[in-house]
């Protein structure tokens, strides 16, 4: 059964902090990996990471893949209230491009 | 803009009575999908739409849903007889031919009372 588990679960820091949330996963027929930041509705998208090693960046905000070891993680860099949000880390299968949401971590930017 | 449309953002229905949700993508696109999310629970996958036909579903999406592309624009989900359950946000999402990515609309708020 595919499994996803992303940590922490919820995280609270200040202002101009740096974190890390990270998504580990077992997925059939892996294809790629997409991470979307879900504050009141829809999850926007962030990032789709196909490849292992690979950075991508946007901004202050940064992903990456390990195929191997079967994990990424996203990292906000000099945090920002408008940064507090649920993020979802989505590995997707192969195939018809199926996605498996992991539960979020809740991130909570203080001033 | 939104990538996708997606109406109502609100429905409030009785158990029991059928409902019709809408999704419009702004540009034409072949891969098309229905997730959902109950109040505090994890986005879950319901249906994928290739090329005007259900490519995969889960086993949530039993008999009472069913989608249609009834004028090659318009993306509808039907509930035939809604369950207290059923409420959740639904979400029309489209994918990127190009790069894959998934786009996901602004969502249908179901309520069954």
């Known amino acids: 059964e595919d499994k996803v588990v992303q940590s922490p679960l919820s995280l609270v820091v200040h202002e101009g902090d740096t974190v890390t949330l990270n998504c580990s996963y077992e997925?059939?027929?892996?294809?790629?990996l997409l991470w979307y930041k879900q504050e009141k509705k829809a999850p926007t998208f962030l990032f789709m990471l196909t490849s292992s090693g690979i950075e991508k960046k946007s901004g202050r905000l940064s992903s990456i893949l390990d195929k191997k070891e079967l994990f990424s993680i996203l990292n906000i860099t000099a945090t920002q209230t408008g940064d507090s949000a649920v993020y979802l880390c989505?590995?997707?299968?192969?195939?018809?491009?199926?996605?498996?949401f992991g539960a979020g971590t809740r991130l909570a930017v203080h001033p | 803009e939104p990538e996708v449309t997606q109406t109502p953002s609100h429905q409030v229905t009785q158990m029991g009575q059928e409902v019709i949700l809408r999704c419009v993508p702004i540009s034409n696109h072949l891969y098309f999908y229905w997730y959902r999310q109950i109040l505090g629970q994890k986005v879950e996958f319901l249906v994928s739409?290739?090329?005007?036909?259900?490519?995969?579903k889960s086993e949530i999406f039993d008999d009472q849903f069913s989608v249609e592309r009834p004028d090659g624009s318009n993306f509808t989900l039907k509930i035939r007889s809604t369950k207290l359950e059923d409420s959740a946000m639904y979400f029309c999402a489209r994918e990127s031919v190009n790069t894959g990515e998934l786009f996901f609309g602004e969502g249908s708020r179901l309520t069954v009372l």
């Open positions: 739409f290739y090329n005007n036909e259900i490519s995969e």
């Open positions: 997925v059939t027929n892996f294809r790629s």
């Open positions: 989505a590995p997707q299968r192969g195939g018809y491009n199926k996605l498996i």
